[in-house]
């Protein structure tokens, strides 16, 4: 019965997502809405952690399967993708490039912020009196 209730407010949160996909006049997904409503619930705490945890684990667990739908998919339109091959290929390799340089920098700022943060506070007072 927990399990149906966790995806009772995470089937929830994705219908309240679609609403707004088509009341709202943005080229915006409804997955996108959701995931920021989700996020707003969970920082605010109006849905706490405990709420959804356990059947959005499994949901993690099983996106994978979900993916095969959308696999089969491609798989019967390879005729149409072959004349498209070079280009996606040259987007897909500079977007994932993009997507590491991206990380990879947000990653270093967090860690070096984090380390001047962590240093001696006393340090940093006497920096700014001299």
Known sequence: MKFIKQLSIILSISFLAELMEE????????????LILML?????????LEKVEGAADFLVEIMAIMFVPATVGIMTSVEALKQMLIPLVVISSLTTLIIMAVTGRTAQFIIRRGNKSAADPEESKGEGKA
């Open 23 to 34: 009341l709202i006049p943005l080229p915006i997904a409804a997955s996108i809405y959701g």
């Open 40 to 48: 707003i619930g969970l920082i605010t705490h109006i849905i706490p």
